[in-house]
């Protein structure tokens, strides 16, 4: 895939976050779980629970000096569901490890508005964060990696996943998954990850919703952006 085409079909990239975070994720970046993790001294047990086993329910953590942060739960994927679709010697615990090393963003609003209506979130507020895909590709291509499925679910029918998932830019097979899979433009690419996180957020954005229940509320704009920037 080239750059000029993701670029074209997937103009506006999305981000589901905890409510209330903005403030915390303008001033430390949008972090990975192993990045938020490393910032707040987790070490060991306490550490490897949050980092190599599936997280059944959000966890909050804190730090003396730093505001209270959650880690978001991992509902949509199961260990022994998991276990059932992981190619090439792939564990569980490193799959989960691949996941929390990275940072996620959906490229399609449906994807987005499936999952703010999911039955886990749909009754709780959340922040969500537009984004411009170009800037963000200019500024951390070299760290970022696409993805064909939805790689943190394993619901239903899970999909089979492993070491290959997680590509390049220009090694995703976009023409194949249009042409060959017949692949719609909002599920040839599913995923688009940042390695570690994206610690200048602010400059990618176009606008921060606080959205609850359908109702969306603008937490930040950028000056000069569109008002219909958003989820």
Sequence with gaps: MTE????????????????ASWKSVVEHGLLSTTALLDLYGFKGEERRKLESERRPESV???RKGLPEAVVRD?????????????TDGT???????TLNARVFFWLSKDRLQTLLGARAYRNKPQTVITLDTASLVKSHRDIITLSPINSGATLWTPVPRGRDTFTSIADFPFE???KVKKKAIKDAVVELTVMGG????????LAAHRVFKGEKT????????DPSEGP
């Design 176 to 178: 194949y998954r249009r």
């Design 91 to 97: 564990t569980p615990e490193q799959w989960f490890e």
């Design 74 to 86: 991992q509902k949509p994927m199961t260990r022994s569901r998991l276990k059932e679709c992981l």
């Design 4 to 19: 000029e085409e993701l670029l074209k079909n997937y103009p506006r990239l999305y981000h589901m976050a905890e409510d």
């Design 198 to 205: 994206v610690p200048d957020i602010e400059a990618h954005a």
């Design 60 to 62: 909050k953590i804190s």
């Design 218 to 225: 603008v937490l930040w704009r950028r000056k000069g952006s």
